[in-house]
């Protein structure tokens, strides 16, 4: 009965120390990050009264020879994901070119992830 005892001790013992010790390990990481996270902020700058300009209008690009392969709903399709991608940020997006990429290996491996 005393070598269970014993044990049991043992194993709360090393369970507090090492839960001591990942306590500690996470407030060093907070610390780290609270120290490194801080900037500076600039001095504001005085405001500037806004005039609204007209955008310029994007120079109108060579347009290619479409491949017999391309199809009027994928570059749709495409250019309603740029836009999706660009909306609020006020920009406008410009599809100059759509080509096929040709890949002589497999996917997955230009997957990047």
Avoid: Q
């Amino acid at each position: 009965m005393n070598a269970l005892i014993y044990g049991l001790e043992v194993a709360v013992i090393g369970m507090v120390v090492v839960f001591i010790g990942l306590a500690i390990l996470i407030g060093i990481v907070k610390v780290m990050t609270v120290i490194l996270n801080k900037k500076e902020e600039p001095a504001p700058k005085p405001a500037a009264p806004v005039v609204p300009t007209a955008p310029a209008a994007p120079a109108p690009a060579p347009v290619a020879a479409a491949p017999a392969g391309d199809d009027a709903a994928v570059v749709a399709a495409i250019m309603a994901a740029i836009s999706c991608m660009y909306e609020g940020t006020g920009k406008r997006p410009v599809v100059r070119a759509v080509r096929a990429v040709r890949r002589s290996s497999a996917d997955w491996k230009h997957a990047y992830m």
